[in-house]
């Protein structure tokens, strides 16, 4: 099951108590304060593992704490420090504090991220002795830990991301280029979580290919699956915008799809509209489709985007297309 966004608490361990103790042994009297100090609480750390490709772990555990630091004990002997948690996460993990919404840490990187960190160990009660006060029968306590909730969204990481109206044949271009197998079917919202598939281009380069879920009109403002997958597309450094030539069931206009799902990107932020784009006109090999290639092709170049004409379901232009993609994220 493909899940992309979490919400958890985190708690990081409490620090130890100070001790409060005084030295015995035979034939000293009164021996001085000993007490050692607690041991610093467990912080939360989140690693990036590349084994993980969605966040299912987090469905049913929402509340990881990490262990407490133990108290000092006698004879300055200080307490041992409560044991890190670490939280592994997919890479492409954003961490975002659940209040205020401020991004915490963007997990595309390697380097271990300290969400909460472990309260410190109190002090025992050597550190309070003094000249007046030479036996001081009290000991500072730890430090409580950070306990905080924060949301974990996954935004893919992919070369290229297909972009369209439902049912215009991405999930079939995907799996005629790539070894991926996603669901195929003649129906609206047949792909309901992103796809990646690797596809490859001569010997030794290759590229990530993300298959969205269809857009339709008004996804930015969160209609249909808008909110849910746009931010998957947000990542990938070229967008292949497929575009179906028949018009589908609704028997669509193909120039006025292409306006709407750039207007949604446009509409959505994140500098989508203008990300490299290639648009990619599907079945072209129906019938009666030559005058809108044509209509689509001539929108697409005004607007500074390449354009191919495909079939995905008969191969026919994918590898020219597959070639020029190949191309193009090489220099990006």
């Not at 620090?15 to 009164?30: C, I, Q, S, T």
Request: charged share 25%.
């Amino acid at each position: 099951m493909f899940i992309d966004i979490a919400k958890i608490k985190i708690v990081s361990g409490k620090g130890g108590d100070g001790k409060v103790g005084f030295h015995r042994e035979k034939y000293v009297a009164a021996g001085g304060p000993d007490g050692g100090d607690g041991g610093r609480g467990g912080s939360v750390i989140f690693k990036v593992d590349d084994n993980l490709s969605t966040l299912l772990d987090f469905r049913y555990k929402k509340k990881y704490v990490a262990a407490p630091g133990e108290p000092g004990g006698g004879k300055r002997c200080k307490g041992k420090d409560g044991a890190d948690l670490i939280i592994r996460v997919p890479r492409g993990t954003i961490i975002r504090d659940q209040k205020t919404g401020q991004v915490m840490k963007d997990m595309s990187d390697s380097e271990p991220f300290v969400a909460a960190k472990g309260g410190n160990g109190g002090w025992g009660n050597t550190h309070f002795a003094t000249p007046t006060r030479q036996a001081p029968r009290f000991a500072k306590p730890g430090l409580p830990g950070v306990e905080r909730d924060i949301i974990l969204e996954l935004k893919l990481l992919a070369d290229v991301g297909l972009v369209g109206f439902p049912n215009v044949g991405k999930s079939t271009l995907l799996s005629m280029v790539s070894a991926a197998r996603p669901k195929i079917a003649n129906y609206h919202f047949t792909t309901l979580v992103p796809n990646l598939g690797v596809v490859s281009v001569g010997e030794e380069q290759n590229f990530v290919m993300a298959d969205i879920p269809g857009i339709i009109e008004g996804a930015s403002e969160g209609k249909g699956l808008g909110h849910q997958f746009l931010r998957h597309i947000e990542r990938t450094a070229l967008i292949m915008h497929v575009v179906d030539m028949t018009g589908g069931f609704e028997d669509r206009d193909p120039v006025e799809d292409y306006r709407i799902i750039n207007r949604e990107l446009e509409q959505y932020g994140a500098e989508l509209s203008e990300r490299p784009q290639i648009v990619v006109a599907n079945k072209c090999d129906a019938p009666g489709t030559a005058d809108k290639i044509a209509d689509l092709k001539r929108a697409a170049l005004d607007d500074g985007h390449m354009f191919f004409a495909v079939s995905a379901v008969t191969g026919a232009g994918l590898n020219t297309l597959m070639l020029a993609v190949g191309e193009q994220v090489a220099k990006l």
